[in-house]
């Protein structure tokens, strides 16, 4: 009896030791061109490569000298991203695998927008990942180069033959390729390039690639051609597109049944009707504002509806990316120190609309629409509570000009909560947020001072004082 409790202690310790056992291991070193300092890391995972929405898997610290190891857990070959502090680079991650890396973050201009930075570069110094990364880099390289060498023949002379050559290239310079997710890379790729040549708006493409095939919901490449060629597919099977919102507005089996009953190839591929009918009603959503209700409605029956718990995932995450900071969603949440040291959190300010105003720097830029502001505050009493949240490294310059200038509002200090810009999706200095009572996305973004903010605020105020 006791070598039987034994035997079956030994095997749950075994299994528990599987999973909480960590199958990738990075080890990374990071070089910044400005003084060296700890870093927030963290590695994200791509939840799929169609909504590109992403889960934090693990998060850690940089050491001074920018030294950080992650270990983490994943069940396939992944896309993922390491974020350091808010510059993030792509790689690739095999399963039971091991990198070495380096990160180097460029200096940024204080004077250029978001869109304009540089962008921060991974180097593979090690990766034990049985040629993973390296055959799928640089089959990518390879591709990217045939496309440039031969876009003439293949898009104007349509010489679809040329794809043959493609393969045989990539075979001669990498050698067989090892991976299914890079044959499916070359494969999806080579579909792209197929489609274009062929000219027969995605027909052949449908049938060898997509009908009765399987979802690769982790496939940059796939998902690429399934934008490439279902995107407008529902308007584009019908008739009469007309139609096809009147069935918006019926039922969802009634909704499904007309779509079905007009394409066989969605008929014949529920799996994939299913995404391609949520990715559709995605794009609705965004176009055709009045329709958004029963947008919405037609996404939640695929996802409370749907066999496929990949299916489920996905569409939920297009839900979740409609609703994000979408009007009278929930505000992400800060708890933040203003100029004197007082703890201040957004459940504080509930009880009024609230416009915050992030900045990162002191400029001809920002003292103009500072003054802006205050003739602003002024004229709106207590229609509207400014918030001015300014970043840790250039806190003490505005607590500075608050104090010369009189401005009477809070003045928060962001400190290390640096996520709050991703939360709210801050990708230019100064930004705007308007936010109605009880802590729900009012406007976001929303205009400067001197862009019709002021047409806004009465707007919303309007309608929550009739609300």
Known sequence: MKKNILFISLILLLFNNDIFSQNIKITGKIHKSESESESLVRLLTFNDMLTFEQTTIFETQSDKDGNFTIDANIEEITLAQIAVDLDRVDILLNPNSTYEVEIIIPKQDDNISYFERQTPTLKIIKADDNDLYYQYSMSEMIIDDFLLDNFNLLYRARKISLLDSLEAKIKRNLGELKSDFVKDNLRYRKASMQMVANNDNGKKVISQHF?????????????????????????????????????????????????????????????????????????????????????IKHLNSIAQNTKSQKNKAVVNDILKQINRLSFNADAPAFSLQDKDGKTVKSSDLKDNMILLQFVNQVSAMTDHQFNTLKDLSQQWNDTIQVVTIATKECFDDFRQIFDNKGYNW??????????????????????????GKNNKIGMAPAPSPDQHLDFHVRRLYNYYKNK
């Open 211 to 295: 009908n009765k095939q399987d979802i690769l919901y982790s496939q940059p490449a796939y998902m690429n051609l399934f934008q490439e060629v279902f995107t407008n597919y529902l308007s584009s099977i019908q008739s009469n597109p007309s139609e096809l919102r009147y069935q918006l507005y019926s039922d969802h089996d009634t909704f499904l049944k007309y779509i079905k009953g007009n394409d066989a190839f969605l008929a014949e591929n529920p799996n994939l009707a299913e995404i391609i009918i949520a990715w559709e009603l995605k794009r609705w959503y965004y176009e055709i504002p009045d329709d958004r209700v029963q947008v």
């Open 410 to 435: 809070n003045l928060l200090n962001l400190g290390n909560d640096i996520l709050l810009l991703e939360e709210y999706q801050i990708r230019t200095f100064p930004d705007y947020i308007i936010l």
